[in-house]
Every structure is written in C-alpha cells, then in structure tokens.
C-alpha cells in the first residue's frame, strides 16, 4: 500500500488533504488523473443505474438537511462507534476494532443499550490495563446554520446520501412518470467523523458515495434483493475487478438491522484485507415510515397496477466512490519484467527474490481496463524536432481529444514516454513516424503486451471505441 500511496502522489491521483500545513487525517485530495478515475467510476455506475434502465431516476440533493432528517433516521440516537479511552495515556480507540486485534468480537449486552467489555485488555499503545468501557461516540459532524451558534441552530453533514432520497419521495412521485417498482439514485459527497480513519482513502472522513433507493411492493422484497446483488457483482466485473476478488457476505439473521430482512456486503481482496466495497439491504419501509411519523406527512402510495394503498418497502445498493477508486488501483497495480529497448518478449512477472532476467528491466503498469483508465490515449511525435511530425501528431491529438481525455507528449526518448504512460495506465500509445507521412499509418503500441501494430489514421477512433466498448 505504501508503494501505491507513493506511485498515486508522484503521478497525481491522490495527495494527502491539506498537505502543504501537514495534512488533515481522513481528508484527501484527487488529483488531474484521480478526479478523471473517479468520474469514470461515477459515470459508468450512473448510466448501468440510470441511464440505461427506465425505471431509476436520478437526484441530487443538499448535504446540509433539516436536524429531524437525522432523527427520524436514527443517526442522531445511534450512528455511533463504540470508544474506549486510556486511563493512564489519554489515547482513544475503537473498542470493536481493539477486541478484533486480539481475536474476540464485541458483543451488546442482552437489553442491547450496552457492551460486554473483558476488564483485562491492554491498552495497545502504552500497554496499561486501565481502559474506560466502551462508550458511544457519534460520527456526524456538527455544525450551525445561520449567524447564532446555539443548539437551535445545531446543523449536521450528511452522513449518508440516503436520507436525500427518502425524504423527496413524494416530490420524485408526484412530479415525474415513476412507477413502483422504480429507484431514485444519488451520488454525492458524505461526512463521518471515523474515529479511526486507515487503509489510505479506504476509511476517511469526507467520501463519495452512490446510492440506489430501489421502491418496491411489499412482499416483492427478497426477489428483488437478489436481483440488485447479481446486477452489483456484474457491474464491479465490468469495471475490471475480476469475480475472483470480489465476494460477498451474506448477513446472519442475528447481525441484520431489526427492520432489515436481507443484507450483503460486496467485498474485495485489498492487500490489507478482505473488505466492504458496498452493501445491499432490503430495508422495509423503515426509512418511508419514520419520515412520515417524524414529519407528518403521508408517505403512502397508491399503485395503480393493483389498485392497492401502502408505503413502499425498499432495497438500497450504497457503494463508496472512493473505495473502488482504491480498489481499481489495487487491482491495476504490476511491477513487471520487460524487455530493453531493442529485445523482443512480452513483459514477465517479478519473483520475490529473482534477478532481472537478461536483457529486462522493471517497469511499473497501472493495467486499468481501459474504460476506467484516466487517460484513454497519448499521442507521440516520434522527434519533437521534425515539425512535419509534430504537426501530424498535434492534428490526431486535437481530433481525438473531442471525445476522450487524451494526451499529447513530445518530451525526451520514445520508450522513455511509453513507460510515463504505462504508470499512469493509459491503455494506448499512438506514435507518428516518418511512414506516418507516407502512408497515413501510426504505430499503436498496447500498454499490456507491448505489441505494436499499424494502424490507418481514420481507423483510430473506431480501434479506441471498440477497445473502451463504446458503439
Ligand atoms: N445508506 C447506507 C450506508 O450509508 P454504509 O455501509 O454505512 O451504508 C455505504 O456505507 C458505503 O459507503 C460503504 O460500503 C463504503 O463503500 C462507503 N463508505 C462508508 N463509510 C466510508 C468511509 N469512512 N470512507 C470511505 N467510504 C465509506
């Protein structure tokens, strides 16, 4: 992971937040090639959730919200990790993630209102057995709206996207075709106050998430449960995370939430664990149901289809932007054996321990697949100093880069520019030659074998489309 973090900084995907006053725990910045990963991720999970389904429309709504949303959802009584703190150094933990270290689980007491805390666990950091029992610690942040800060004008940063769906329900229903079943979906920005933020970007404190409020009849509630965890799986194996990385955990009936009658993670094999990368829950009408005894109003719905009255059950698939980003780039990363400039091969993995074989090097690949890839294409003069060259390779640039990001370099050797791009992971170099002048034909290089063919200028945009599996 430290490679990783170090490679995402060099090559601008990811920096700390507030680097230059010595970083913000939890908080990071994307940079120019992050922010493009990520707006891959976003704009692929809304067209397989919203654009190329009619029965899911899309919302965006405020990430401050009325302090009642928070109540009638629970978060303001319960969102809360449980802490213990030390006596004797003042250090504060999570008490679950302190237990699971040494192998036991946190368990709640039998009335559920507390927690069974062993009194001879040793503080991990000065080593005293003198810690607190584990006490509730609420992740929302807080702050004020408006001029006065008191605790009338007590605010708080969206936790989840969820609670935006919920709450325009009605508005979604009464102002556009939607029918049950249907779904509302959001992506947007969340704030948690994660006592323990780790992993790199996996645990922050401000992250993405894109949510699906699928609205359902009641009864209809495991079918389509099942039907959401299928289409998740296929859309992470479309974004090139293969199937034998991800898995999935099927909640026990003891560890649902008591209103949920289904739950399963989606996780992935990261270099530090087996983790949740988004979870699916059939939730019930919990949500519709507090919102309408909190607020007052109906959140009772007529179907049309069967002539009955009743307030929408819901599943919800809640994915974490960030964490794919962090995965895609766990997945892509290689170091690999290739061959020097002038050897013929295809690149060879790295053995711990072995030398280089003759006549290889090391080179480091980001193997995105080429839809997520930040930059789909560069495109090379073979020499800066032959304008003939320069010109031809800026008039393929231009014309490419009104339909995907892509990226022009005439700085230094040739095999020199394929590997910049290689770390980066664009899956293409597109080189302009003298033969260019002649014939019309570039060398297109493939970033994972290395092979490199001829190819017509006017070939280019179809040979990019069918590679990113665009029409
Ligand atoms: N509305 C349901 C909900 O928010 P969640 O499991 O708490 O469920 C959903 O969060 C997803 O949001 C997670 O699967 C994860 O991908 C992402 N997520 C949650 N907390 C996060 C954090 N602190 N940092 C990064 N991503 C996070």
Known sequence: METLAALCKRRGFIYQGSEVYG???????????????????????????????????G???????????????GHVDSFADPMVDCRACRRRFRADQLLEEIGQK????????????????????????????????????????GPVEDESSVAYLRPETAQGIFVNFDNVVSTSRVKVPFGIAQIGKAFRNEVNPRNFTFRSRE????????FIRPGTDAEWHRYWVEER??????????????????????????????????????????????????????????????????????????????????????????????????????????????????PKPVEPGQPAPEGYELRTVLRFAPCMAP???????????????????QEIYRKLRR?????YDQQGAIGRRYRRQDEIGTPVGITVDFQTLEDHTVTWRDRDTMQQVRVSVEELPARIAAMLGED
């Open 23 to 57: 970083g913000l725990n939890g908080f990071w910045d994307y940079g120019p090639l992050g922010c493009e990963l990520k707006r891959n991720i976003r704009e692929s999970w809304w067209r397989s959730v919203v654009q190329q389904r009619d029965d899911v429309v």
């Open 207 to 214: 992250f993405e998430q894109m949510e699906l409020e699928f």
């Open 106 to 145: 946190l368990e709640r007491t039998p009335d559920g209102k507390g927690y069974v805390w062993p009194d001879n666990v040793a503080c991990p950091a000065c080593g005293a057995k003198a810690l607190t029992p584990p006490r509730p610690f609420n992740l929302m942040f807080r702050t004020f709206v």
């Open 375 to 393: 930059i789909k294409a560069a495109v090379f003069p073979l020499l800066k100093n032959k304008p003939e060259l320069v010109a031809k390779a």
């Open 403 to 407: 339909r995907w990001p892509v990226f």
């Open 233 to 346: 799986l296929k859309w992470y194996e479309s974004i090139g995370l293969p199937r034998e990385r991800l898995h999935r955990y099927d909640y026990p009936p003891e560890e649902l939430a008591h209103y949920a009658s289904a739950c399963v993670d989606i996780l992935y094999d990261f270099p530090f664990g087996r983790q949740e990368l988004e979870g699916i829950a059939a939730r019930g009408d919990y949500d519709l149901s507090r919102h309408q005894e909190y607020s007052g109003k109906s959140f009772v719905y007529f179907d049309p289809d069967t002539q009955e009255r009743y307030i929408p059950h819901v599943v919800e698939p809640s994915a974490g932007v960030d964490r794919i980003a962090l995965a895609l780039l766990c997945e892509a990363y290689r170091e690999e054996w290739v061959p020097t400039a002038g050897v013929q091969g295809e």
């Open 59 to 73: 919302l965006d709504a405020a990430i401050i919200m009325h302090p009642k949303v928070w109540e009638a959802s």
